[in-house]
């Protein structure tokens, strides 16, 4: 057990990222369901629960770095198309996945709601076909 | 933050649009629950649930035009089938998408439900094959 | 706002059409919980729950003909077989659709349950693929 | 069976009432999903389920006439609170029950549901005791 | 075992009794989801489902009888809060239950969804205290 | 453990009970879903779910032979209200137990569904009052 | 409409069948939740739920007919699986028909639940390809 | 219909309120799913989702400055026992109310759910006796 | 922590109890789901979920005791009604609480479901009045 | 907002506590679903949910130093009943609250479920009446 000062948290754009410690196909699923932004417009706070699904390569995101990531966005205006687009495309900037898929889904607003599913796809990488369990 | 004057909401036939600040295919799920109109027929009101799916091309709608063109039906006579059709038709004007599906659920006249579906392909678009992740 | 006389409603076994305002496929689904006849052995009231899909080629069904149509049947005698094919024999003489199915689900009678299900295909009609959302 | 022409509907403050067929205690629920009038301050829709239950007196709501006025609100400025009280005091105007309760659910605005319930008493109505089935 | 022809069935406003076998508080739940009657304004027609629960004394309601009594119905107008009553109102008549309700549930018109509830209670009559079983 | 031949089972009125091994007051709860009998009118079969639940005084219903008394009914006329109290009074008489409530629930016949609920009380006999569990 | 005497019903290993209304494709599906036989070992009652379907051929099954045959079990020794081949080759003798299946779901028994499920398949006959609605 | 530009939206301490239109006691019920602050000891985000329910006196809560009201919050430190009796004490100094009620549900932190009560009660204030509807 | 060897498990009528490490009032619930014991009459298996819950007074139950309690009928010949006083007669000689409460839920046998549910209240003692959260 | 270092966590067997900001009657509900200790037998984990409420007098527990005083029962050996008195003793030393009660709900061991439910109330603290909503 590591009791040393735990590190200071606070928003950051940086994301980090440690060595996947496996070469096989396998998958990461994350559900993040406290998103805020401000919309760029109004300026007032929306919210979204994001659902994040990654086949990794070489590199692996670290969740604390991820969580701050997260919270960076927490005073940024933003809007919803562009800012689902841009946080998968950071995250595959930081890890180069296999596959990653991002899925955020917005409280209503205007009495309309609204969810952008965004994915990537290494070229080259095929998923790996159904298995149907004897 | 932007804290100035929101601009004044009203109903309006005008969709407008905005860059899709991505060429990727993904895809914008738009629910809208207060959909009302007035029957052609005996001008009293009528009431849908409409379900947007799309992947953008080049232009995405604008969510506040959006509303405002939902709200643009509120004082028009409109049959189900060709106010589903319209709507669709309309969207796809506007924004020119590689794809697109929208969903009319009405609320129940004479004992009888209705839900309309209609959908717009891109010629030559392909959705990009099922992934099965590991 | 059409606010003259609504024309009275009574049941008839014509069905009204108008054009269908699209050429595209799409579908119409269409609810009838309130269907009831006449058992022709026992002259008393059977019940049935209809639910029909369709997808209009030149015609679309008029709702409230639909209803009137629906009504009719009220003081018919009808056995479950022969009146869910003779409803779908009229809707297609109708509208001669690129598809119909139609499925009629029966109150419980002498401790059993029967649903029949009824569908046409236009010669040469396909249904278009299935799309794999991004 | 009176298959004349059926009255033209419009909207209208009117409440028509008609004679309550009985003395005895009874009570009437009535839901209704489809109401919407305008926000006094931006002019935008807003949306409601209203559910009412009232024990009549000498006097029955009729529902046609019910229709019509939830109707009239669809072009009116409304605040939640004030037109809840204002649905509540016209139907206790013109019926005079032992007892109404109003509860109006609104679609979420701002990120904030409201729902608003009023209720009437006649003096010196009581309600019967529970009654234990054997 | 009576193998002999079974009694014609015709709709009727008869109701037929048999002696209660008891001279217990008991109580007897009857679901009815089948009535149909006409609208008396308009001539089309309306569904209900009625819940009736009795606690008989000296009479009980033969149920082919009851069957028969609703179905009569299918060709009377009948206005939602008048049938109700006048079914309960019967059914005291017919049988002088110690304790009596109906529930009358209307399918929506109107995009309204009404439910009225009647009860008859014998004068002194009072319904056994509630058991706690150890 | 007893290994002789398994007695030869009948459909038989006879209820066999065994002395209660306690003086407390406790509930027994038996369902029983497989009772059918014949309707007196038209010799066709009738299906029913039975619930019982009574407290012993000094004897117990023994299981088995309550299975024989409900295949007896298998081949008997029986009218609804008075078959549940049949079956009421011939366990009453048979155990005498402080409390005693069978609930019967018919299967649809005609579109109508019936239950029949039945209790017996011992005179002066008391349930315990309701514990609270801290 | 009908209303001379209903005739008799008993139990009947004869099954009626009426010509189909139709040459096209469908489905009949038929619940009978009351079937009842005996064990031929013990000759205790055993109680199952049967589900039919069936695309008929040149014959369609009397429903009235099916009930009586049903019945007719009533008093029969039948193994479960004996018994549901039994039926389907009964019912496929009488209609000939493009599809048949059987679902027999038996109630428990020594602690052991059993469901058979059997199908006949006329030869040559080959059901539609799936609709894929747009 | 007034069409103006809406209000300038910003976070505020500030509650604006407005004459209750009704003398009669009736309730409000307000359900706030997006309520965020931070932690006042590591400055990292909170979320919860907040019920309140008040019967009003002279002053309702008006709703877009509520929504300001909890917009405010985004940028403060608050613990989760304070802030919850913070917000009432506002609430009830804002508006004196008879009876007022929050329920403050916050986020899992370090595995650990917080969910704080508080309630106002207006001296002599009493809530009406229930309703047993016939 | 204790890592000695872990004393050999075997069925056993023994239970052992350990002092009740509090004074005050308070519950136990404790559910066995493997419960298992013989019929008496045909020597086959029977199986029961046990719910108990308990007030302790000077003792509580040692858990492995009583599951070794609980096995010790695996071998054992036993009526419904009487092995549930027997377990909640042995529970209550052990242990003396202050309450008691079994029940104990048979699976089906013969088409018949059983339940029995017994309780023990010490002499004097009262459940302390219910706590109603502000 | 506060950015400095966040204190180091570690398992201790102390409880912060801080005044309570409130004199008034509220209610705070803590779950956690995180617990484990020992069994004190044979050393192997075991696991618990505990939820935890509480009125509070001067005092509140908190959060944080909970989260180390449950970690802190991750290396001991502690029995059902005796943790479970041992964690409101150790909660009611640190705040004297007016009310508190304790939940514990143990995984299954030995095929047993086993909850302990402990409460503390101050001498003399009444819970308020409860409020029907009008």
Chains 1, 2, 3, 4, 5, 6, 7, 8, 9, 10 share one sequence.
Request: net charge negative.
């Amino acid at each position: 057990m590591n009791n040393t000062s735990s590190p200071v948290l606070a928003p950051s754009r940086e994301l980090e990222v440690f060595p996947n410690p496996q070469a096989r196909d396998y998958s990461i699923h994350i559900e993040i369901p406290e998103f805020t932004c401000l919309c760029p417009k109004t300026g007032q706070p929306d919210f979204a629960e994001l659902a994040l699904v990654y086949v990794p390569d070489r590199q692996c995101i670290e969740l604390k770095s991820l969580k701050q990531y997260i919270w960076w966005y927490r005073d940024q205006g933003a809007f919803h198309e562009a800012v689902s687009n841009q946080i998968l495309d950071d995250l595959v900037a930081a890890t180069a996945p296999r596959y990653m898929r991002l899925s955020a889904e917005f409280n209503v607003r205007g009495g309309i709601y609204t969810r952008v599913v965004v994915e990537h796809r290494a070229p080259g990488w095929q998923s790996p076909p159904a298995v149907e369990l004897p």
